[in-house]
């Protein structure tokens, strides 16, 4: 029997430039390398005339060192060409010929590949491990929705779900997805994501609204995610003013920062001007997944309504800090969200309903001991478990 030994292929994953980038797959990952050996490699986009772009948007594509060590595992950050917004059809094949020299170097460290987004990760990964002769493993993560609507990249992303040797999906919607697109089905194997319950358990409210400095007797509703368009803040911001009639000590807190994805800050904070929310809305930046129980233990409800997810870690960090979670019905946030005692799963662009749930929401008496229950039933240990498995076949 082979003992897998796995080299972790991601282009979002956390570093020293980047710490709250692609933490959930480095908390899936990190626990797996309990059982399994594992190596990363993260490549970084770059082209010549990047530093250019900086001098009007600082945070343009930060790079990291060329390696780091996290706890005890060695990441490597080799660069590859993306010009932006051009060819992202090929940024694929130029992810996989800039990290080839990596993992050639690092042959004898793994036999797996283990790729995470189809697109262009997981076509990168069945390029090199086509070079290299390696089998490679896919998980799908949510981006395959939006990935469809682009004609060159739906291509390539099947034809790597096509040379994986197995696939993992975060969610069953997703795999429904992939299948309805000519994927094979028995390939994909459902894995949701789980929960650090050593990390994310309630603290006293009062004492998580004193640190914030929010009034005992406020409602307080929050978000977290990066400050992207398709996080959804925007949609929660437009229907303060009428919920602020009815609880004008109302409070909303917005946790999040910069994004690979982008950086909608200022669009929200001349939102927030325009609806003359200033004393409700507060952004209180990224914080570190350690730190967030104090924002999510200070709130009544948690709110995303995001436009696309594949399994949303956040829902069940929250969950298990005894908040009830009101999402949007995409991606697999229906099957986090899945009871009626757990929150509610609202229409996308349904701001009335939205508006409803939101309302409902705060003044419903929560089984808060239950929705902790639910986060603690699936904490890591499960998932982990299937997932050593799965590897243990591949390598077999």
Sequence with gaps: MAEPK????SSLFPSQRRPNAGVFIRERMFRVKQEIPVVV???VPWFPFQEVIRYWKPNFRPQPD???????????????????GLFKSWDGFFMALGSLPTLSKLRKQFNIIDAHFAYPDGYAATLLGNWLKIPVTITLRGTEVPL???????????????????????ADSLKQHVVSLGAEKDKIRVIGNGVDVAKFYP????VARDQLEIPANAKVLVSV???????GFHRVIEVLPEMVTQYPQLIYLIVGGDSPEGNIKERLENQVKALKLEENVRFLGAY??????????????????TANEGWANVFLEAMACGLPVITTDVGGNKEVVNDNALGTVVPFGQSELLLMALLKGLEIEWDR?????????????????ILVEEFQRVAD
Excluded: C
Excluded at 150 to 167: C, D
Excluded at 225 to 231: A, E, T, W
Excluded at 288 to 305: G, H, Q
């Design 203 to 206: 603290l006293d409210k009062k």
């Design 288 to 305: 570190p997944s350690e730190k967030l129980k104090t924002p999510l233990s200070a709130a009544d409800v948690f709110v995303l309504a």
């Design 369 to 385: 001991p239950r929705i902790i229950q639910y986060a603690r039933e699936n904490a890591w240990d499960t998932r982990v478990e």
């Design 6 to 9: 796995l080299l972790v292929f």
């Design 225 to 231: 995610g990066g400050l992207v368009d398709r996080k």
């Design 148 to 170: 469809t609507k682009m004609q060159g990249r739906k291509k390539r992303m099947l034809a790597a779900i096509k040379n994986a040797k197995r696939v993992f999906s975060v």
């Design 66 to 84: 060329k390696h780091e060590e996290q706890e005890g595992v060695q990441v490597y950050f080799p660069r590859f060409l993306s010009i932006p």
């Design 41 to 43: 490699v993260s490549p």
